[in-house]
C-alpha cells in the first residue's frame, strides 16, 4: 500500500492507492485501472498486503470472509500465526495492515534506507460470483483511490468472464495476456474484435 499524503491533514490524502510492490505512483492501482484481482470460484486464495506508509490501513474485502495468517515486517521470515492478534483469530471482513513506523513513529528501513514496512497475509475462499471491491476502511482514503475492484468468475462458464471486463468490453480469447490479466476487447454487433 502507498500513500501520498495530503498538505492538508484536515483534508485527507489527495491520493490513496493499492500501489504495486516498488511504491510507483504512475504503476499504481486506483479504482479506473484493468482488473487485476480476478479469481476463480470456489478458489481459495492468499494474499500478502503489504503496507509501506506510515499509516494504518484497514483493509475489507466485499462478499468474502478471510483469515489473517500472519503478520511480519516485510523482509522477515514468519510461521502462519505470528504477529496475529488473540481478537484477529477467526473469520474475519477487515485486516488492519500495520504501518511501517517503529515505537517511536519513525520509518522503518533497510540498509539502503528503503521502506521496509509490514506485510498483512489473508487467506480467503471466493465463493460468490461476481464483480466486487476491496478497499482501505478509512472512508478519505476510499473516496480517494484506495479502492479496486475484485472479480470472481467461473472458468467452466464463459458469460461470468464478461462480469470481469468493465463497461461494454468482453472477454477475448486467450483468456491471459503476459501480465496474467483477462483480455477484454470491445464488442462489435455481438461478436469480439
Request: aromatic content about 8%.
Amino acid at each position: 500500500l502507498k500513500e501520498e499524503v495530503t498538505v492538508d491533514p484536515d483534508l485527507g490524502p489527495y491520493t490513496a492507492a493499492l500501489d504495486d510492490i516498488f511504491g510507483n505512483p504512475e504503476e499504481g492501482k486506483g479504482w479506473a485501472k484493468p482488473i487485476t484481482e480476478n479469481v476463480q470460484l470456489n478458489h481459495v486464495e492468499e494474499w500478502d498486503v503489504m503496507n509501506l506508509s506510515a499509516d494504518s490501513h484497514p483493509i475489507h474485502l466485499h462478499q468474502v470472509k478471510f483469515q489473517i495468517v500472519k503478520r511480519c515486517l516485510t523482509n522477515a521470515t514468519c510461521a502462519e500465526g505470528d504477529g496475529v492478534l488473540g481478537y484477529e483469530r477467526g473469520w474475519k471482513d477487515v485486516a488492519i495492515a500495520y504501518p511501517n513506523v517503529d515505537g517511536e513513529g519513525e520509518p522503518v528501513v533497510n540498509d539502503e534506507d528503503e521502506p521496509i514496512g509490514f506485510t498483512t497475509t489473508i487467506r480467503m475462499k471466493f465463493d460468490i460470483l461476481g464483480l466486487y471491491v476491496w478497499h482501505c476502511h478509512i472512508l478519505s482514503h476510499e473516496d480517494n483511490e484506495m479502492m479496486r475492484p475484485l472479480c470472481v468468475y467461473d472458468p467452466m462458464n464463459n458469460s461470468t468472464l464478461n462480469l470481469c471486463c468493465p463497461g461494454d468490453l468482453v472477454y477475448n480469447e486467450p483468456l491471459w495476456n503476459e501480465e496474467n490479466k483477462i483480455q477484454c476487447v470491445p464488442q462489435v454487433s455481438g461478436t469480439t474484435l
